[in-house]
Each structure stands twice: as structure tokens, then as C-alpha cells.
């Protein structure tokens, strides 16, 4: 194992390889794949899916960052940020979703005292998707 994916196992959030639950084998063929980085899988997402089928849908309102590559918001090996998110909510939503209910979008988003500084999460539960009749913002 590289020394930066050891690195990666031994952050708060990880995959549990570690803990032997998981080996880099469920994920990674060594002798080589058509797809990238050795994955199991042709894409990214067909690697997570084996294991995170939930996360697959179909669904009625789509995340697009969530079907193109789940690591566009997770690192796969490690991160200090739950669940394996590379940043934390609100940051991480912001950098695709900017000005969206922050302090300088205050006119446009139906934005209150309730929602200033909290996680994005609070309310849009179901980020990766949603068949709710109003799955347009992602909620139960």
C-alpha cells in the first residue's frame, strides 16, 4: 500500500480496510483494468455502487456531481471529515453551489436566521437523490 493511502486509512473516516472488514481488493484489481485507477468497475461509481447500491438510484430528481463521480464530494480511502467528505458542509456544497442561501444571497434564497451557519445537510438530507415530490431541493 502506498504511504499516502496508509496515511489516508488512518484519518477519522475511512473505508475499513484497517480494521480488516475490507481489503484494497474489493475495490482494486492489481493486474490491471479497461477502467481507471485499476477499479473493479468501469467507472468510479460502478466500483461504489457494488457495495453502496442505495446510493444508485434511479431517482426522480438526480444530484449531477452524485451520478458523475462520487469522489467529486468523497475521498474513497480516508478523510477527517464525515462520512469521507474531501470538505465540510456548507464549504463543500459551495464550491459548485456559490452564493446559494449564504450572506451574499440573502435576496435570491428564501434565507432566515434559521439557516445562517448551518449544514447544508440540515435540510437537504437526500443529496445524492430523491423521488419526494419536492426532490427538486433534495428533501425526505
Not at 32 to 58: D, Q, S
Request: aromatic share 4%; with cysteine.
Amino acid at each position: 500500500m502506498l504511504l499516502d493511502r496508509r496515511a489516508d486509512f488512518n484519518k477519522p473516516s475511512h473505508h475499513p480496510v484497517p480494521e480488516g472488514l475490507m481489503q484494497c481488493t474489493d475495490c482494486h484489481n492489481p493486474h490491471g483494468t479497461p477502467g481507471p485507477r485499476k477499479l473493479i468497475g468501469h467507472t468510479v461509481n460502478e466500483t461504489c455502487y457494488n457495495c453502496h447500491a442505495e446510493k444508485r438510484g434511479p431517482f426522480l430528481w438526480e444530484h449531477n456531481p452524485a451520478r458523475e463521480a462520487c469522489i467529486t464530494c468523497h475521498d474513497p480511502h480516508g478523510s477527517i471529515h464525515r462520512p469521507m467528505l474531501v470538505s465540510r458542509p456548507p464549504m463543500l456544497c459551495q464550491q459548485c453551489h456559490l452564493g446559494t442561501h449564504s450572506d451574499v444571497a440573502l435576496t435570491g434564497a428564501r434565507m432566515d436566521f434559521r439557516v445562517q451557519g448551518r449544514s447544508c445537510l440540515n435540510c437537504h438530507s437526500q443529496i445524492h437523490g430523491s423521488n419526494h415530490p419536492r426532490g427538486f431541493v433534495f428533501k425526505e
